[in-house]
């Protein structure tokens, strides 16, 4: 039987792993092949662990992200639900101007709709019209979501630990209200050097975004973190999500939105 001293020690050990990997630039093995018997649970306080690590170091946190949401993500990497990770302010990159490949691992982007508040939302027990409320404007937005485990060899575990695979995020500069569009219909065209190599809708991202913000408001609630004015939230990729190469441009058009465009350097 473990006991709660050493469920934090593995839980310690796991998370310095991680931010290992990122001082490094190695990446490593899953967590669930080094640490046997790793819950959700053991999961998310790994990645909270991570958290405050970074905002001692001085990061502050902007928001948050939704992954896992559409059945195409879930297929891609093998799991059946919906996570969250941590967005700071060292994430947001500018639309158009040139992203350092050498602060990634193994990046990919996908594109997604994404919430700005405008006041607080605290769960549990937050409702659809509470979340709308909630919500000032949307934005069109490219996440770069980037693992920490090598080759991207993870687990629901896993991913959640390495907080939700984050890794930064663009965002358009068009912000349209929720009364002007429905984001369940929202379809968006999502390309590569102007190839394109996803389409998708609102829809995909549970049914729809505003379903993903209810989802994450209330997790995150009962963690005792309230979705806070101001913050951005990427509730999940309405497409697959695709490999970054050296000067890759990737741009999404969402009808209605607007469109986002994030550049890669070439070196």
Not at 4 to 26: C, H, I, K, N, Q
Not at 167 to 175: A, E, I, K, M
Request: glycine share 10%; hydrophobic share 40%; charged share 20%.
């Amino acid at each position: 039987m473990t006991t709660m001293e050493e469920s934090t020690d593995v839980r310690s050990r796991a998370a310095r792993v991680l931010l290992e990997a990122y001082e490094t630039g190695r990446p490593t093995a899953p967590l669930t092949e080094q640490f046997d018997g790793l819950t959700v649970e053991d999961a998310y306080a790994i990645q909270l662990e991570q958290v405050r690590s970074w905002t001692d170091a001085g990061r502050t946190i902007i928001g948050h992200k939704v992954g896992l949401t559409s059945l195409a993500m879930q297929k891609q990497l093998g799991v059946d639900q919906p996570d969250f990770g941590h967005l700071t302010d060292d994430f947001a990159h500018l639309e158009h101007q040139p992203i350092a490949l050498d602060t990634y691992l193994q990046p990919r982007v996908e594109p997604e709709i994404a919430f700005v508040l405008r006041k607080p939302l605290t769960g549990p027990g937050v409702t659809l019209t509470q979340a709308i409320d909630a919500v000032d404007y949307v934005l069109p937005a490219l996440e770069v979501v980037d693992s920490r485990v090598a080759d991207w060899k993870i687990t629901l575990v896993d991913t959640i630990a390495d907080n939700a695979s984050s890794g930064g995020f663009v965002l358009g500069s068009t912000p349209t209200r929720l009364t002007d569009v429905d984001l369940r219909l929202t379809g968006c065209v999502f390309s590569r050097n102007s190839q394109v190599v996803g389409t998708g809708a609102g829809g995909a991202v549970l049914g729809s975004p505003i379903s993903s913000l209810v989802w994450l408001a209330n997790t995150v609630g009962a963690f005792g973190t309230t979705l806070e004015a101001g913050h951005v939230i990427l509730p999940g990729s309405v497409t697959s999500m695709v490999p970054v190469a050296p000067g890759d441009v990737f741009t999404a058009t969402f009808g209605g939105l607007g469109s986002v465009t994030a550049v890669f350097a070439d070196k």
